[in-house]
């Protein structure tokens, strides 16, 4: 026996030991979430996230004003003091508990009505993290397209791996056969593959509720593509923060030329929001002390282009190339972050 | 005579700060200083041992004289200390992120959010920055502190003339017999300290490793309000046969929670040394810890040091400690050297050689 602990090996092997009883489904999938719900009954409002009803129902809870303080003392003594200045004051203490509780019960009352009248709001305009683009069959979730992209642009990543907009999780799955510790989510439940962890959660509300540092790689894909600017940048800067250092974000979106042709005017048009250029994604990943640069990008099929006339002078080739160039930009691609 | 006087927000004296500040008093009379405790808060079994911080008397002090703060958290001592005219030195022993107390003890965070104030603003007033770890030297030279140095907490990792409680021994025995590995964890029960992650971490390894595991928290409470959340929680979960807090227990009592532990899980978010990790290595205990703040530097490889904390990582990281003797053996040996780095008697003498330098620095007999 050695006296020097292989403290990486040892990390790894934890790692694996993680990984397979997580594809075992030894543990149900919903476990921690289980775990997570029931610290969130219990923690302060605070601590719990930003879920308006749960939020809303803490505050309901808590507007019941409990009258009888604890009496209980290591010292007899004081415990009979304390239960003797409670029966003298009990009146009292009653009779401002119940103006207490019945402004707080008012309160709570109006912040449900105002709950729902944003509800209804929400039904006629909804807000850009709800959004979900019809037809969710994106080149972002073709996994056998994709797969081995992600899989050299995580290489060395260790920690868990997040894939947001998943859909059935196949992307997920070829990861997981990878050797990565990956999970998805996705607004959408459906079913995943066997021993695939899929967690039925918006992508900028999952990640807003992980700790700091919690991934070691983030694959945002689909709501890349729906979501407005504003939300966009939004998810850049959240996923600075919970990938860990050394970690990976990679983007797979339609390039927005691309996205646009494929749509009606007035779809493109009404569109809530729309992808970005891969340039964009590096300038709004490096301002998050990430390094990008464009790892893939997958051209419009040769049968949708403009073909130059076999044999044909080389002057008209060169400017039916140049037309493709113009008419058609690539379809989508693949944005690889580095944490620097 | 020259003299160095310490000041410290609440002198405890069963607290790592309020044992450590007892060692650094008998060092400094060691080295032919004066020296005394002052503070703001004295709980009874200290008042033999430090005056209350307001009589130390209004005009400075005869003859060479240095303040030294023990800096923790937000106090009325340290603006205090500022007002006083002798030279000052900072033990810095770092303060609890505000953010992580703000839901649970608002009043708690006012303080933490204060003595990241002092911090900063006694930078430019003290003449050294004595701090308990090189983590927490960091910090003192990000607020602005020109001249620091690194001596580690005093602490008797030996306990010489403590024997663990026969009593709690017996009942802990009793529950071994059961089957089942004991996680012990030591700490304030505080929000901080995520005693919650630990529990988490638990219910996991009872589903999938051993469903006969326990978990004793040892700490007195730190936050009124986690201690009762931490209690429902532990109920929630059906784990109430399974999880002990047992609040503040004696050093014999202590010594019997390490001396039954199978293995010692941190997984704190803040901790600016963490004296209990360095007492579960100097008892043979195994550490499995959360790799923040300054426990990376205290723990240097002498246990599993995890990046993530989602509860099947501890489990499994339990259950591979728990289960693989030639891994435990190692740990169990790396951890008894570690501890050495920081006995009582090393410890000292770094103290004294910081101490030393200053004064020659400053031209002191």
């Known amino acids: 026996m050695t006296d020097v602990i292989d403290h990486r090996r040892l990390l790894e092997e934890i790692d694996a030991e993680v990984r397979r009883r997580r594809e075992s489904g030894d543990l149900p999938a919903d476990f921690e979430r289980e775990l997570d719900l029931a610290f969130a009954r219990f923690a302060p409002v605070h601590a719990i996230g930003d879920d308006f009803d749960q939020v809303v129902e803490r505050a309901e809870q808590s507007a019941f004003v409990d009258v009888l303080a604890p009496t209980q003392s290591a010292q007899p003594l004081v415990g009979h003091v304390k239960r003797i200045i409670r029966k003298a004051i009990i009146w009292e203490v009653r009779y401002v508990a119940q103006q207490v509780g019945g402004f707080s019960v008012a309160i709570t009352r109006a912040v449900r009505l105002l709950g729902r009248r944003v509800d209804a709001l929400e039904e006629v305009a909804p807000p850009p993290a709800r959004l979900r683009a019809a037809g969710a069959t994106t080149a972002s979730l073709d996994a056998g397209r994709w797969g081995p992209t992600v899989v050299a642009a995580l290489e060395g990543v260790t920690g868990r791996v997040l894939h947001t907009e998943c859909g059935d999780g196949a992307l997920v799955a070829l990861l997981a056969g990878a050797g990565f510790d990956a999970y998805g989510a996705d607004p959408v439940e459906q079913a995943a593959p066997a021993g695939v962890e899929v967690r039925t959660d918006e992508a900028l509300d999952h990640l807003n509720a992980l700790p700091d540092g919690a991934l070691g790689a983030l694959v945002l894909s689909g709501c890349v593509e729906r979501l407005p600017a504003g939300a966009l940048t939004r998810m850049a800067v959240v996923a600075g923060a919970k990938v860990a250092e050394g970690g990976v974000v990679v983007v797979l979106s339609a390039d927005p030329r691309g996205w646009e042709r494929g749509r009606s005017p007035v779809d493109a048009d009404l569109a809530s929001g729309r992808p970005l250029r891969a340039e964009t994604w590096a300038h709004l990943l490096d301002a998050q002390q990430f390094r990008s640069e464009v790892a893939a990008e997958f051209a419009v099929p040769d049968g949708e282009t403009l073909q130059a006339v076999p044999g044909a002078d080389p002057v008209l080739a060169a400017n039916f190339a140049l037309l493709n160039q113009l008419l058609f930009p690539p379809a989508s691609y693949a944005v690889v972050a580095s944490r620097r | ?365």
């Open chain 2, 1 to 365: 005579m020259s003299a160095i006087h310490q000041f410290l927000p609440t002198f405890a004296a069963r607290d790592a700060i309020g044992n450590h500040a007892l060692h650094v008093r008998q060092v400094l009379r060691g080295m032919g200083l004066e020296s005394e405790i002052y503070a703001e808060g004295i709980p009874r079994p200290g008042r033999r041992d430090a005056h209350p911080y307001r009589s130390f008397g209004r005009k400075p002090a005869p003859g060479r004289t240095w303040l030294l703060y023990q800096l923790s958290t937000g106090s009325a001592v340290a603006d205090f200390v500022r007002a006083r005219p002798e030279p000052k030195l900072v033990n810095y022993h770092n303060i609890t992120t505000a953010s992580l107390f703000a839901p649970w003890e608002p009043h708690v965070a006012v303080e933490c959010r204060e003595g990241r104030r002092q911090l900063r603003e006694m930078a430019g007033e003290v003449e050294l920055g004595v701090a308990v770890s090189v983590f927490n030297e960091a910090e003192l030279r990000e607020a602005g502190y020109r001249d620091t140095a690194v001596a580690p907490v005093l602490v008797d990792l030996d306990g010489a003339d403590v024997d663990a409680d026969p009593e709690v021994s017996a009942r802990l025995e009793r529950g071994k017999r059961a089957g089942g590995t004991d996680w012990l964890f030591v700490s304030r029960v505080a929000p901080h300290k995520c005693q919650h992650d630990v529990v988490r971490a638990l219910a996991a390894h009872r589903r999938l490793y051993d469903p006969h595991a326990r978990l004793h928290l040892v700490g007195a409470a730190g936050s009124g309000a986690y201690v009762s959340m931490l209690e429902r929680y532990v109920a929630a979960l059906g784990l109430g046969g399974a999880v002990t807090l047992t609040g503040s227990v004696s050093a014999a009592a202590l010594k019997s929670y390490y001396r039954a532990a199978d293995v010692f899980v941190c997984l704190s978010e803040h901790e600016g040394f963490c004296v209990p990790v360095v007492e579960a290595m100097r008892l043979s205990v195994p550490v499995v810890a959360f790799a923040s703040t300054a426990l990376p530097e205290t723990v240097a490889g002498a246990g599993v040091l995890l990046e993530a904390k989602d509860p099947l990582t501890v489990a499994a990281a339990v259950a591979r400690v728990s289960t693989d003797d030639p891994l435990r053996a190692q740990l169990v040996a790396a951890g008894l050297r570690r501890a050495a780095d920081f006995s009582l008697e090393r410890s000292t003498r770094r103290f004294t050689e910081v101490i030393a330098r200053f004064l020659a620095d400053q031209g002191a007999p």
